[in-house]
């Protein structure tokens, strides 16, 4: 009996089978991934299979999760606009399986899994134009990367003191008004607070108004405050518009500030001809978040920071207690270890799969796929100028495309709502999984274009059919 006390297969020939089947399964689920509904909500029966006590005895769960496998949020399917979500690639279910089998922790140590990290960090440094004595850390994204970089840049200017004491008094950090909510949480995670992120407002491409900003912080440094960080965006939240990134750069440097960069879809722009001169600026962060679950497609999730000072960026995390110490050889070889640079000890073998997606499919590929978007984004827009009853509502800077249905017969204090509705049945009819957003006051349609199988036809099939759709409620709602 104890002999079968273990969590291993007591028919490795039946777990075998299965474990091909669920292979076979989850190919067919990407082979098809155009086909079909966007968004496939989870049936009552199943949502049911997945309540119940905590189970006493095992069970065979195979048949459980295959049944799972259309019902993800569809950003697999090319019809997926919603927020910012990459679209995975087969080949990195490989990767997956491969970092199951291995059960790898990369908190450290000497053996394999570290090894790839290394590489992938090494990659990512050419990528960037970062010094061969940077660091970087793969993180689950940029939320995480972005704590990580703003400890850092706090730990840096109290000379590490904030670390021991805890608060540190009256910091205040920069970023634009379309930044992302990660960095305020940051802020507030920290213990400086959210007040203490000035959001400085943004020029008509909707980029951060340097001026502003100079003003801003002249004004903090006068009231006795300590500015200690400029967060530049590359890739906005609600139109992708990317600040100017040399600017801040020179003007971090005159204010001996720290000069992160939110990139976290942005960056990765970097591989791509038509973004890299409007990207140039990143080489000259002190540190930059981004993710590769995003515009690099890799199965969720990944993401990074990457830090120009290797030594801040380790003292800023380094606890090196006797039960986690170093050796030169041996098992606790290999140092300094990745727990030394964020918060987690354990941590999974995100690696893999990251190296695998740039191996297997190469800069030159994965960067064409971002142009790409790029001039699909450029077309949309030029369809919604070209449509009666479109308004586009912001400019077009990379792969984000805001717009309105707002046809002359429709109610104009309903403008906004109609365009919720729109939204919610092109989602619920399976058709495509656009989200919404507020430019300047205005409810708009927001089509973000992260995806390797959007074709330009798909989007001529979203215009049409947010005609048709808008035109129904419009006419739905006159009969009421
Ligand atoms: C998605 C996103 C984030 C947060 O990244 P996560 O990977 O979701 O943690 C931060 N900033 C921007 C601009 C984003 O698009």
Redesign the pocket.
Known sequence: MSKDLTLDPSDWDAFRASAHEMLDASINQMMAAREGRVWTPLPEDQKQGFTGPLPREGRDVTNQMEALLPHGVGNTHPRFFGW?HGAGTPSNILADITAAAMNANLGGRDHGAIYVEKQVVDWCREIFGFPADSSGLIV?????A?LIALKAARDRITDFESRKTGRPEKLVGYTSTQT?T?VARTFDILGIGSDALRKIPVNAQFEIDCDALRTAIDEDRKAGFTPFVIVG?A???NVGAIDDLEQLASISNDQDLWFHV?G???APGMLSDLLRPKLKGLSKADSI?F?F??WLHVNY?A?MILMRSEDTHRRTFSERPDYLKGADRGLAAGNPWPTEYGPELSRGFRALKVWSQLATHGTEKLGALITRNCEQAQYLAKLVDETDGFERLAPVPMQICCFRFCPDDAPHDKIDLLNDEIVMRLQEDGIAAPSTTLIDGKNAIRVNITNHRTTFEDLDLLVREINRIGRLIVSESAET
């Open positions: 910012v689950s994204g940029t939320s995480i972005t992302h990660c965006t890739g906005a939240v939110d976290a879809f942005g978040a993710d679950h995003k999730d993401g």
